[in-house]
């Protein structure tokens, strides 16, 4: 059996992704605080010797560093036969999703949420823009899951694991009451969330917290 080690920081919508994709899978792992706020991704050192691309989450299964969490996510899908689609139809809708969330949700909400909560004066106009196109993002994924319980049909899939990840969080840090403003996404997270042995991100990861500002 695999050992695994995880860098990680709890606001890190991205080493939740990979935190609850190993839990799913009946899989443990050392957790390694990173202290992000403080700057340690950015030092060459961290670069040199853990990272280059200075991005968290990084994870080590058997001492091998494994970074960027999509294509970790298919890996552990693969080894483990959990969660990676099952006829060729919904391992492309897999990969479709997969590819938006990172290209277009996770990427923008994550950048908003830090900014909005975490950066104690945030630009206003940049606010703007990112809630605009958040907007457009989250109107996509509430008419999917209207129509679908999960990404890529009726069973759930790294896809989903990979979408909730940073929607999850408290509506003080995201800024957005799902509930009200986004009922089907708000089902669909409660539907996710019924998945034996689901945890939320800050139940998974402990260690210092980042400072909010709102």
């Not at 992704?17 to 009946?26: E, Q, R």
């Not at 996510?73 to 990969?95: I, N, P, T």
């Not at 042995?197 to 990861?205: H, I, K, N, Q």
Request: with cysteine; aromatic share 12%.
């Amino acid at each position: 059996m695999p050992t695994y080690r995880l860098h990680y920081f709890p606001e890190s919508g991205n080493s939740y992704k990979l935190a609850l994709m190993l839990t799913l899978c009946g899989q443990s792992f050392e957790p390694v605080w990173t202290d992000f706020s403080g700057g340690v991704t950015r030092t060459a050192e961290w670069r040199k010797t853990v990272n280059e691309m200075g991005e968290i989450p990084v994870l080590e299964e058997d001492g091998a560093r494994q970074t960027q969490t999509a294509p970790i996510l298919l890996k552990l899908a693969e080894q483990y036969d959990r969660l990676g689609g099952e006829s060729a139809e919904e391992k492309f809708e897999v990969l479709r999703w997969l590819f938006w969330d990172n290209h277009k949700l996770s990427g923008y909400m994550a950048t908003y949420r830090f900014m909005r909560t975490f950066t104690p004066s945030p630009d206003p106009n940049v606010l703007k823009f990112l809630r605009k196109r958040l907007d457009d993002f989250l109107g996509i994924l509430e008419r999917h899951v209207q129509q679908n319980d999960f990404a890529a049909g009726v069973k759930p899939t790294i896809a989903d694991i990979s979408m909730i990840a940073y929607l999850h969080y408290p509506a003080e840090e995201t800024g957005y009451d799902l509930e009200t403003s986004h009922p089907a996404i708000d089902r669909w997270l409660q539907r996710v969330a019924a998945l034996p042995g689901w945890r939320s991100a800050y139940d998974l990861l402990p260690g210092k917290r980042l400072t909010h500002y709102v």
